[in-house]
């Protein structure tokens, strides 16, 4: 028997609605294209912790990427660590604050190539849930190259600020329908 031919694959999201409290990082911020971003985040990151620990600091989660605007040729990026209290500048570290507010979440598993498809199930489900993304996004990289060889292990977290919901709702995580399956 014949296996059918040209059936595309199912790709399912979970999404989370949260509500974050602004947290205090350092970072290296940059402009650069597509292939330059492993060189980038290798430098960033260690320039961010060696601040971090030089000024007595924790890093208080692991390392992350924002996105101000929607990644085109050159991407404008500001990466780093999240820390206990705010950096003094330091050479290329700067201080820097994620945003607080209402944010959708999800995690994509797998390789940094196919990430794509996970923002598109992102706004997909922003969408049919009545939530508006705003600008600026962060990928935060939870296990990659330096921790796990095989790149289909891979985590990164996508945080992804949203104004007001349906109706002007606002996160509470109390409401289960903010937090669905979206297939």
Same mark, same amino acid.
């Given at each position: 028997?014949?296996?059918?031919? !040209?059936?595309?694959?199912?790709?399912?999201?979970?999404?989370?609605?949260?509500?974050?409290?602004?947290?205090?990082? =350092? &970072? &290296?911020? #940059?402009?650069?294209?597509?292939? %330059?971003? *492993?060189?980038?985040?290798?430098?960033?990151? %260690?320039?961010?912790?060696?601040?971090?620990?030089?000024? @007595?600091? %924790?890093?208080? !989660?692991?390392?992350?990427?924002?996105?101000?605007?929607? *990644?085109?040729?050159?991407?404008?990026?500001?990466?780093?660590?999240?820390?206990?209290?705010?950096?003094?500048?330091?050479?290329?570290?700067?201080?820097?604050?994620?945003?607080? @507010?209402? #944010?959708?979440?999800?995690?994509?598993? @797998?390789? /940094?190539?196919?990430?794509?498809?996970?923002?598109?199930?992102?706004?997909?489900?922003?969408?049919?849930?009545?939530?508006?993304?705003?600008?600026?996004?962060?990928?935060?990289?939870?296990?990659?190259?330096?921790?796990?060889?095989?790149? =289909?292990?891979?985590?990164?977290?996508? &945080?992804?600020? &949203?104004?007001?919901?349906?109706?002007?709702?606002?996160?509470? !995580?109390?409401?289960?329908?903010?937090?669905?399956? /979206?297939?």
């Amino acid at each position: 028997r014949a296996e059918p031919q !040209g059936l595309e694959r199912i790709m399912t999201i979970d999404c989370e609605v949260i509500d974050l409290r602004p947290q205090k990082a =350092a &970072v &290296v911020k #940059a402009r650069v294209r597509v292939d %330059e971003l *492993p060189d980038f985040f290798g430098e960033a990151f %260690e320039a961010t912790m060696s601040t971090i620990e030089q000024q @007595g600091l %924790e890093a208080t !989660g692991p390392p992350f990427a924002y996105y101000p605007a929607t *990644p085109t040729t050159v991407i404008h990026l500001e990466a780093g660590f999240p820390a206990s209290d705010a950096v003094d500048p330091d050479g290329t570290v700067d201080a820097f604050e994620l945003p607080g @507010g209402a #944010a959708v979440m999800t995690t994509h598993f @797998g390789p /940094y190539d196919t990430m794509e498809e996970t923002y598109a199930l992102m706004r997909s489900w922003m969408a049919d849930h009545g939530y508006e993304p705003s600008p600026g996004l962060w990928e935060v990289y939870l296990t990659g190259p330096d921790d796990e060889p095989d790149p =289909a292990r891979w985590r990164t977290r996508i &945080v992804w600020p &949203v104004k007001a919901g349906p109706a002007g709702r606002r996160p509470n !995580g109390d409401d289960p329908a903010l937090s669905r399956r /979206y297939a």
